[in-house]
């Protein structure tokens, strides 16, 4: 059982940004909300694009095995 994964930060993943089937030089998956994110966006299928180099407070990782 894996519990309150929700509302912590939004997490990065090893896929790259995809649009309209062209790749995104740089880009990559975040998925999640975080806890300043708007509840419809705290849903663990919320998507959005972010620059490999770019770093917020909001946005971390988690390791999986």
């Not at 062209?22 to 975080?34: D, I, L, Q, T």
């Not at 959005?48 to 180099?53: C, D, G, N, R, S």
């Amino acid at each position: 059982g894996i519990l309150h994964l929700s509302g912590n930060v939004e997490e990065w993943t090893s896929s790259p940004y995809d649009r309209d089937g062209a790749s995104e030089p740089g880009m990559r998956v975040v998925k999640g909300g975080h806890f300043a994110s708007a509840v419809e966006d705290g849903r663990g299928a919320a998507r959005v694009a972010a620059f490999e180099e770019e770093a917020t407070k909001a946005r971390g990782f988690r390791c999986v095995r």
